[in-house]
Nanobody, 124 residues
């Protein structure tokens, strides 16, 4: 059974940093694209960042580009999201997702597996 487990969320002040981790189990995702999404209360789930399988190409939402970095450690079947320069508008539940495809996908409906989410709260 495939599981994605996020960790690393928490509460920080504006300008601070957090590093989210997503550990996958049940199968290897080294050749699969993985992504991070977030959902704030009353809002739709939105794309944050994604990394492709094999090549490790990355893509970011405009609102986080230059502040967030997605990376992966295929040996540990884990994907990371380094978040710097956090802003109050980054407050949300952050979800890790994996797909059976190699290419980067920004649409949440096209992901096949999801973690349970981790809360990130940024205060001003």
């Amino acid at each position: 059974q495939v599981q994605l487990v996020e960790s690393g969320g928490g509460a920080v002040q504006a300008g601070g940093s957090l590093r989210l981790s997503c550990a996958a189990s049940g199968r290897t995702f080294s050749s699969s694209a993985m992504g991070w999404f977030r959902q704030a209360p009353g809002k739709e789930r939105e794309f944050v960042a994604a990394i492709s399988g094999i090549e490790g190409s990355t893509y970011y939402a405009g609102s986080v580009k230059g502040r967030f970095t997605i990376s992966r450690d295929n040996g540990k079947n884990t994907v990371f999201l380094q978040m710097n320069g956090l802003k109050p508008e980054d407050t949300a539940v952050y979800y890790c997702a994996a797909t059976n495809r190699r290419v980067i996908i920004t649409t949440f409906r096209r992901y096949d597996y999801w973690g349970q989410g981790t809360q990130v709260t940024v205060s001003s």
